[in-house]
């Protein structure tokens, strides 16, 4: 998982581009953070309806923490580009990005791919294949 997160931050051009660019079929912009939790501990949260505002994307909490009693989905959070944990959009319903999706999807069963994943699809990327 921590080499996911090191290609996310490595690539987060990728992103930044396709968010600024005149990518028109580009959809669903969101990145992850890390939030420490009470117990000293992280949780990771995706971060939806992201914009870039002065060095730092800007968005919504996509999920209810698990374990952080402070914040709620929906909130308003931002996250400096250096700190993200991962990446995503959409192109025609196929995730661009998401290495911690793909590397969840690849330790599940293929029951879980079918209950967790279903319609989960990535786009061909670094030599993998749609899915």
């Given at each position: 998982?921590?080499?996911?997160?090191?290609?996310?931050?490595?690539?987060?051009?990728e992103?930044?581009?396709?968010?600024?660019?005149?990518?028109?079929?580009?959809?669903?912009?969101?990145?992850?953070?890390?939030?420490?939790?009470?117990?000293?501990?992280?949780?990771?949260?995706?971060?939806?309806?992201?914009?870039?505002?002065?060095?730092?994307?800007?968005?919504t909490?996509?999920?209810?923490?698990?374990s952080?009693?402070?914040?709620?989905?929906?909130?308003?959070?931002?996250?400096?580009?250096?700190?993200?944990?991962?990446?995503?959009?959409?192109?025609?319903?196929?995730?661009?990005?998401?290495?911690?999706?793909?590397?969840?999807?690849?330790r599940?069963?293929?029951?879980?791919?079918?209950?967790?994943?279903?319609?989960?699809?990535?786009?061909?990327?670094?030599?993998?294949?749609?899915?």
């Amino acid at each position: 998982m921590n080499a996911a997160i090191a290609a996310a931050r490595a690539s987060v051009a990728e992103f930044i581009k396709a968010l600024n660019g005149p990518c028109t079929a580009c959809r669903n912009f969101t990145v992850k953070k890390r939030f420490p939790t009470p117990d000293g501990d992280f949780e990771h949260i995706w971060i939806d309806d992201v914009q870039l505002e002065n060095g730092e994307f800007v968005g919504t909490l996509g999920n209810e923490p698990a374990s952080i009693p402070d914040i709620r989905y929906g909130d308003v959070t931002r996250v400096k580009i250096k700190d993200i944990s991962d990446w995503f959009y959409t192109i025609d319903g196929e995730i661009v990005g998401g290495r911690t999706i793909k590397v969840l999807w690849d330790r599940a069963t293929p029951e879980e791919r079918e209950t967790d994943f279903k319609g989960v699809r990535f786009r061909a990327q670094e030599g993998q294949p749609t899915r």
